[in-house]
């Protein structure tokens, strides 16, 4: 346990200890009394559509009122079970606390429960507690979301001991409340009456080994991802020195966003990832609520030196008077540690209204020169600022290097400029009516003015935000993403983390010149066991080729020989739910659909993939344990989390209900843990 012990993670630290050590004295004096003992909570589902059972022991919180019939909240479903579950919000909103606890039982086996709410590991939870002495046994936050996520508790250390559950409220505010549904004890919390068993979620199941990611059933085996807290976008991409670096912005507290850090990682390729201590750290906060922080960012080699350039972020709430967005350089001789940041840029050019941030640096191969963009916008339209310099340190500002029309979002986050194939690339990240999206055009440049050609949407799945690109040694142009977004329901917040970043991709121009992009050509490397491959193959019905919750699926489907209107696609699949890729013959669109595939954001996602030569269908299908990122034969994308509730939800099968699939070839290969050890310290 003893990575819990860092100073900045003792919130985490409070509620992983109480949810994961069994007393060191088990009280097992109460065998006696165990068959007295209920199996289980009376009115564990709240199905009598009161609180019968359940006693109010403190404040407003858990009123009557708070058994709920909502089925949906302003985000979507609750996801409930039967006709009522406990919203913590129903009976008194965020602002009033209080504490709820059920009737005794006897520990059984296991128990399971649907928890939903805040997440506040010390103000909301659901606790096991032993009745003889008060111990709180287990306990688990919410997702700060009311979408419901079942959790899985081992109780057998307390079997036969008398408990009960606690529902506790002690937060005020935003997200102040916590929800519970469907508690079940034994072996129905661990098998759903449909005969599948629940994914072993909940802070309880966390591995106390450093990074054994391979315990957590959503955690992504060969994606990036934060150990715990949470991450956003990728920054100061580099290959430095033979080894590739990832950074990520990065708040270590809590699995959501909050005072901004920069996560630290690198590797001898694109897709392994050994972590390094946190690069980058903010000023400790003025008050609670001061999200002050080191925003994104890139990285440049400056003559051997390994520096970035940043936006400072200063909440002008809990500072006032200060400048919200400033520019800042950092560096480091060993590509570990980085000295102090230094101010470049201390105010905004005029016509900044919406935001000034995200520097992405660049060595301008026109002039020769450093170069700088930095994302903004103004009275409505988004744009991008330009900065030239000779020594990083001393920045000239040269003006808007391009700008939107009013029609692609008033600010433009994580602007990226550089030459791909005899053109050059703009990259820039947008919220257009509440939805986040990565977009591109692709155009001219002369050394200070860029001119969009062609603007397109890099990846029409909705998990690709943020992303930046780097040169690597070998002059490929590659890229990564923050796989998620701002609006994203973020389940895997149960386990205490969030965040992951996308496989980093190559990018090409197409031959119809729009911006491709394929998996690094190491994804490779991640292949572990053997593949299952077939060729000419022709399937009717249902046809699963394997099984695989960090796999890799190749494909060519023989167009022209299929007779099915639709090629579909079921990954992550049982009888329950599954996530489904449609390629439509006449349309040519191919849509990712993620609305019957577990936890997470419901939504189809939709791109277009010509065919290719000789009228086929080449895919590229990356499934990790919650995530799927498709690839077309001719560079399109599509992108999106998924969160299986099942343990059997990781079948990979081809479907014609109608006609026929004619496959020239198909292979799925499984993929390992990109996870490699932590350096030497
Ligand atoms: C993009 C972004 C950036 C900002 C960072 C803060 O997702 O909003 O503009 O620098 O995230 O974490």
């Known amino acids: 346990m003893s990575r819990w012990k860092a100073p900045h993670t003792t919130l985490l630290a409070a509620a992983l200890v109480a949810a994961s050590i069994p007393l060191a004295t088990p009280l097992t004096s109460h065998a006696a009394t165990t068959k007295t003992l209920a199996a289980g909570p009376v009115n564990p589902g709240f199905e009598t559509g009161d609180l019968t059972g359940w006693t109010v022991t403190e404040g407003t919180a858990f009123g009557p009122g708070a058994v709920s019939t909502a089925t949906t909240y302003w985000g979507g479903p609750f996801h409930h ?10 009976a008194a909103g965020d602002d009033a606390t209080g504490t709820l606890k059920s009737s005794t039982f006897a520990a059984p086996s296991h128990i399971g429960f649907l ?54 409220d002690r937060r005020t505010g935003g997200w102040g409340h916590i929800n519970l549904d469907d508690v079940r004890v034994g072996a129905a919390a661990v098998r759903d009456d449909n005969g599948l068993a629940f994914r ?11 990074r054994d990611y391979a315990a957590d059933p959503l955690r992504p085996q060969y994606h990036y991802t934060p150990y715990q807290g949470w991450i956003n976008d990728p920054n100061g991409l580099i290959h430095w020195r033979g080894r590739h670096h990832l950074f990520s912005q990065h708040y270590p507290d809590a699995p959501k966003w909050g005072p901004m850090h920069w996560a630290h990682a690198d590797g001898p390729d694109a897709v392994h990832w050994r972590e390094l201590p946190v690069a980058l750290t903010p000023a400790p906060p003025a008050s609670p609520t001061d999200n002050s922080g080191i925003f994104s960012g890139s990285a440049v080699d400056d003559d051997g030196t390994l520096t970035v350039a940043y936006t400072r972020f200063t909440d002008t709430a809990a500072h006032p008077g200060a400048t919200a967005e400033t520019v800042e350089i950092a560096t480091s001789t060993d590509g570990v540690a980085f000295t102090p940041g230094t101010e470049v840029i201390a105010q905004a050019p005029p016509g900044s209204s919406a935001g000034f941030r995200d520097p992405k640096l660049f060595r301008d191969p026109v002039d020769g020169r450093w170069k700088m963009a930095v994302g903004s916008g103004d009275a409505g339209r988004g744009k991008v600022h330009l900065y030239a310099s000779d020594d990083l340190r001393t920045w000239t ?46 155009g001219a440049y002369d050394g200070s003015r860029f001119t969009a050609e062609r603007h397109g949407i890099l990846d029409g799945g909705g998990d690709v935000y943020a992303a930046q690109s780097y040169e690597d040694d070998a002059g490929r142009r590659l890229m990564t993403a923050w796989m998620s977004d701002w609006n994203a329901k973020e389940p895997t917040r149960i386990g205490g983390w969030a965040g992951a970043q996308a496989l980093h991709r190559e990018l090409f121009l197409t031959a119809d010149g729009r911006l491709g992009q394929r998996p690094v050509a190491e994804t490779d490397t991640l292949a572990t066991g053997t593949p299952v491959t077939v060729n000419g193959k022709t399937v009717q019905g249902t046809w699963r080729i394997g099984r695989g919750d960090s796999a890799r699926l190749r494909t060519m489907v023989d167009l022209g020989a299929t007779t099915a209107d639709t090629v579909t696609l079921r ?10 890729l449609r390629y439509e013959k006449s349309t040519g669109t191919l849509t990712l659909d993620t609305t019957r595939a577990g936890y997470g954001t419901p939504a189809t996602f939709t791109t277009h993939a010509e065919a290719g030569p000789g009228n086929t269908l080449a895919l590229d299908i990356l499934v ?16 999106a989390r998924a969160y299986p509730r099942y343990q059997e939800s990781d079948a990979v099968e081809f479907t014609a209900p109608t006609g026929r699939i004619r496959l020239v070839s198909a292979s799925l290969t499984p993929l390992g843990s990109a996870v490699l050890p932590d350096r030497p310290r």
Not at 625 to 637: H, I, K, N, Q, Y
């Open 200 to 210: 072993t979620l909940g802070q309880a199941n966390q591995p106390t080994a450093r």
């Open 624 to 639: 990790d344990r919650s995530s799927v990122e498709v690839f077309t034969g001719d560079g399109a994308a599509l992108t």
């Open 81 to 90: 079970r039967g006709g009522h579950h406990l919203w913590g919000h129903a």
């Open 115 to 168: 928890v939903a709410g805040g997440w506040d590991p010390q103000r909301l939870y659901v606790a096991l507690v032993r009745d003889a002495d008060g111990a709180r046994l287990l306990s688990q936050t919410g997702t700060d979301d009311e979408a419901y996520v079942r959790t899985v508790w081992d109780t057998s250390p307390w079997r036969g001991q008398a408990v009960h559950l606690e529902v506790v």
């Open 571 to 580: 990954l992550k699949a049982s009888a329950a739910e599954a996530t489904e």
């Open 397 to 442: 500002y040269s003006g808007v290097l391009t700008e939107g029309d009013g029609t692609t979002g008033t600010m433009w986050e994580c602007p990226d400029l550089f030459p791909l194939d005899g053109k050059w690339v703009l990259l820039y990240s947008t919220n257009e009516g509440g939805q986040s999206l990565q977009r591109y055009a692709v």
